[in-house]
């Protein structure tokens, strides 16, 4: 079982202000990916790494692999009250098994 | 990204019977489909993953007799909650994968057993 945890488990903030969560794991991935989940949908892949140090940007959000493959981060950049919602990593290893998920609200 | 569509989106049933949710990966061949369990404000616990053509693989702690999974084609996986009971009242949510590193999800179906 590879178990993926995830930090902070909720974070509120003030629009405009920037934030980074953190995904960890004492496995090694061939991929891992995040998600954003709102109430009563199904999650949406935000975005997929897969080399190790792989850094992604999509918009105000920017994705980090590690070196090592074990942990990844999301940084977002000034915050709007439309990011918010659950965001979830998961790694691909045989199956896909999500972290606890960071519940992120931004305040206007 | 690739469309996984799930239905129903909720249901309501009594307690006692047995309900279908079906998970349909619409322009992707899913080799593997993985079913979740949802809490209010709490992330997905994986119930289990089903491979076409062979029996599902099921997570410590869930009763295969209870919540069947059928994955009889590379498009189309199905979960039966049976004899269901107000504890399985949950949001349950199917992902589908290709074979590749990603995994798309369906909607999600809010199952309330009275």
């Known amino acids: 079982t590879q178990l993926l945890e995830q930090s902070p488990q909720f974070l509120s903030i003030q629009e405009g202000e920037n934030l980074t969560v953190y995904c960890n794991s004492s496995?090694?991935?061939?991929?891992l990916q995040w998600y954003r989940q709102e109430p009563g949908e199904g999650p949406v892949l935000l975005v997929t790494v897969v080399t190790g140090g792989e850094v992604k940007k999509l918009k105000r959000l920017t994705f980090q692999f590690g070196d090592a493959r074990k942990d990844s981060s999301l940084h977002i950049t000034a915050a709007q009250p439309g990011d918010t919602g659950l965001y979830l990593c998961a790694g691909a290893g045989g199956d896909m098994r999500f972290g606890a998920g960071t519940r992120l609200t931004v305040k206007p | 990204g690739a469309v996984v569509s799930q239905h129903p989106s909720w249901v309501i049933c009594k307690s006692g019977t047995s309900v279908k949710i079906e998970c349909r990966s619409l322009d992707f061949q899913a080799t593997t489909m993985f079913w979740y369990r949802q809490f209010p404000k709490q992330s997905l616990m994986l119930m289990a993953t089903s491979n076409e053509g062979s029996k599902a693989t099921y997570e410590q702690g869930v009763e295969k007799d209870k919540f069947l999974i059928n994955h009889a084609s590379l498009t189309l996986s199905t979960l039966t909650v049976t004899s269901a009971h107000p504890e399985d009242s949950s949001f349950y949510i199917c992902?589908?994968?290709?074979?590749?590193?990603?995994?798309?999800f369906g909607q999600g179906t809010r199952l309330t057993v009275v």
């Open positions: 496995s090694v991935f061939s991929s």
């Open positions: 992902s589908a994968s290709n074979g590749n590193t990603e995994a798309f």
